[in-house]
């Protein structure tokens, strides 16, 4: 009730977009979530449009993107907020309008996979120059006491002057009000720090900004091979291994200079309270090769922008983001696994997909599976109506 009522008073009082805002094209198809171009119909100008969903979108995530908008958009890698609009739709819903600077030069995930497609690499100066930026980005918002949480190539955007944007705050934490948020397990599988996911499973664990760092070190992989590491495994498996697994490294490493593989190393210190944080990074070799070059760096990248844009987009991958409070083991990824009714049946068998089917046939109240010959009893601590004390 409360919210609701909240809500309404609030959001009635910003303005109409479409006295100003037309909508011209999607964005990314679908990559971003409800993202289009606009145009701005008094003064030709182009813009990014974020539409939200006020009653089915969570509150705080739109409450945490408009306020880190707000309050913290005045920097070079963070993408210009230019304001906010309530459109009153009877039909399909009232809408929030979140209307941003607009990013021709798409996403850094875009451009590493332009590359690969044509059989070369990113070269590693030009790495270090999108790392540096986005870095310099996640510093001011460190210093300003908040934690992105979803740091990924996808979530990095380039201008076609060569400027690089971070973006999507849905999921960030400020200190201000919602701190509290650091004991939910957020972010996109893959790129997840182990202490974020940890958080998920254990009452006694919690978290700092360094998981931004852990997050920009996969993002340095996915940079240099075009995904992150375990992008092949399901986005449930990769949350067993990454907390289990040693830090990841490049593919190749061999084929990257030590700098760079020392970096990654440094990034992805599993203890996050041995891990550098965002300041002490861009005092890092590899990201200090970039000073007296960054102009030209700049260039390249335009250059590259282009020449991107003329080969036209690559199929996108879709990694969804998850949100889960603690103790409260995400169902929607469990329920995405292949169900089996023999354990000795998995395609891999090894204990982690031993354990996940057990999980998945638990929270559907799946009592018996097989392994084999062996009939497996979970015992469900409730009475599922299966028996009667009947003779
Ligand atoms: C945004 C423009 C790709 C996305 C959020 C702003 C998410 C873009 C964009 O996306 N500009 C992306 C063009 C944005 C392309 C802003 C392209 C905020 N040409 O592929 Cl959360």
């Not at 092949?232 to 830090?247: E, T, V």
């Not at 593919?251 to 210190?269: G, H, M, V, Y």
């Not at 987009?313 to 603690?326: L, M, P, Q, S, V």
């Amino acid at each position: 009730m409360f919210p609701l009522i909240g809500k309404t008073i609030i959001f009635d009082n910003f303005p109409d977009p479409s006295d100003t805002w037309e909508i011209t094209e999607t964005i990314g198809k679908g990559t971003y979530g409800k993202v289009f171009k606009v145009l701005n119909k008094k003064n030709g100008q182009k813009a990014a449009v974020k539409i939200l969903d006020p009653i089915h979108d969570i509150d705080e995530e739109i409450e945490a993107e408009y306020n880190i908008l707000k309050s913290l958009s005045d920097h070079p890698n963070v993408v210009r907020f230019y304001g906010i609009y309530f459109k009153k739709d009877k039909v399909n819903g009232d809408k929030l309008w979140l209307v941003l600077e607009l990013c021709n030069g798409g996403s850094v995930t875009d451009l590493v996979k332009g590359f690969l497609k044509r059989g070369e690499r990113m070269s590693e100066p030009l790495i270090a120059y999108i790392l540096h930026e986005a870095l310099m980005g996640l510093q001011h918002l460190h210093n300003n006491k908040t934690i992105h949480r979803d740091v990924k190539g996808n979530n990095i955007l380039l201008t076609t002057e060569g400027g690089v944007k971070l973006v999507d705050f849905g999921v960030s934490a400020q200190l201000t009000s919602t701190w509290h948020r650091r004991n939910t397990s957020v972010g996109t599988p893959f790129w997840m720090a182990p202490e974020v996911i940890a958080c998920e499973q254990q009452l006694d664990t919690t978290y700092d900004a360094r998981c931004d760092t852990w997050s920009l070190g996969i993002t340095a992989i996915e940079l240099g091979d075009g995904d992150p590491p375990l992008a092949d495994l399901h986005p449930m498996r990769a949350l067993f291994k990454i907390p289990r697994n040693p830090p990841p490294q490049l593919r190749q490493p061999e084929l990257w200079s030590a700098e760079f593989n020392d970096f990654i190393s440094k990034c992805l210190t599993k203890d996050y309270e041995k891990r550098p944080t965002v300041s002490d990074l861009l005092q890092h070799k590899f990201i200090t090769q970039i000073e007296g070059k960054d102009v030209m760096l700049q260039k390249q990248l335009m250059e590259f922008i282009g020449i991107h844009q003329c080969m036209g987009g690559t199929e996108k991958a879709r990694h969804e983001r998850i949100h889960t409070k603690k103790g409260n083991f995400n169902r929607s990824l469990i329920s995405n696994l292949k169900d089996v009714d023999d354990l000795a049946t998995l395609e891999v068998l090894d204990e982690n997909a031993v354990s996940e089917q057990l999980e998945k046939c638990y929270s559907r109240d799946q009592i018996y599976i097989y392994v084999g010959d062996i009939l497996i009893a979970l015992n469900p601590f409730q009475s599922l109506g299966l028996y009667s004390t009947k003779k």
